[in-house]
């Protein structure tokens, strides 16, 4: 998945050239922060070349990577145009609806916005002008108010609701435990009735390649009904043997790194051990 630049960002320009260095290096560790999140962001979209990418106005985003090998050789590697595949569905979106930025009280077309909106994706930006200090703003799309997302500071990607946004748009892609059946620890159980039983399920999940560990015995669910009690962002999941008397249950730490994550793998482990 691709981030897009949004070019409104560009302007006001830089009063000097240090400024300029401060600009690029803001707008290069957000990227950073965004892709150690979320590594599924390898590439920025652009509508132009580094060229054409004023900081000054005798000096471009491409002059910045002439002089700066670190930087200018990671910028290049991040570089993609066009901001939308020719004749893709997303070209048709864009050719076939309105978009309207509103900044400071005027109407702006804006193309980077949109793309964003498009493929459902952050913009990224520089931090040019207090008014990028946000995150979140709204972007009219034929008339009606919809949101879009550009990250121009680090701390950006700390926001929930931004990654809750990712999140949401992202593929689920699970992560398989690096440990073999024998390398997982010792299940953790209270000495409560029915521990045997309860030892006998953990050891069974363990073959599942998303179960971790199997952290604590649950309090007593004789009420519960469902297998899955509960989920957690943080691939925590509560289970309940909802064929025992008392309702014996288990809370495991799974591989899943947010909820979607965390959803799946409890599907697959009441589809296999739910029985």
């Known amino acids: 998945m691709d981030l897009i630049f949004n070019e409104l960002s560009e302007t006001p320009l830089c009063f000097n050239k240090t400024e300029a260095y401060d600009r690029v290096g803001m707008f ?8 150690n999140k979320f590594t ?5 979209r652009f509508d132009k070349g580094y060229e054409s990418i004023n900081l000054l106005n005798d000096f471009t985003l491409g002059d910045f990577c002439k002089e700066n090998r670190l930087y200018g050789d990671l910028l290049r590697g ?20 309105t ?9 702006v077309d804006t193309y980077g916005l949109a793309v964003a909106y498009i493929y459902s994706v952050p913009a990224i930006g520089f931090l040019s002008e207090t008014f990028w200090k946000s995150y979140k703003y709204e972007l009219s799309v034929n008339g009606k108010i919809e ?9 950006h990607i700390i ?5 809750s946004y990712i999140e949401n748009k992202l593929p689920v ?12 620890p010792k299940p953790v159980l209270r000495d409560d009735h029915g521990k045997d039983t309860l030892l006998k399920f953990s050891y069974k999940l ?11 015995s649950l309090p007593f669910n004789s009420a519960c009904k469902n297998f899955i009690r509960k989920t957690y962002p943080d691939g925590k999941i509560e289970i309940v043997l909802t064929k025992t008397d008392k309702g014996l249950g288990i809370i495991i730490q799974t591989t899943g790194r947010n909820i979607r994550e965390t959803n799946r793998i409890a599907e697959i482990l009441e589809e296999e051990y739910c029985n």
Do not use: M, W
């Open 40 to 44: 599924d962001f390898n590439r920025i």
């Open 99 to 107: 978009f309207v930025f509103n900044k400071k009280g005027i109407d």
């Open 159 to 163: 926001e929930g609701d931004v990654i």
């Open 28 to 35: 290069i560790s957000t990227y950073k922060s965004i892709n």
């Open 147 to 155: 949101h879009v997302f550009c990250l121009s500071k680090s701390d």
């Open 206 to 216: 363990y073959h599942s390649d998303y179960v971790e560990c199997v952290i604590n």
């Open 78 to 97: 991040l570089y993609r145009s066009p901001y939308i595949d020719d004749q893709s569905p997303q070209e048709d979106t864009f050719i076939e609806k």
């Open 173 to 184: 892609t699970l992560v398989k435990s690096s440990k073999s059946f024998k390398d997982k």
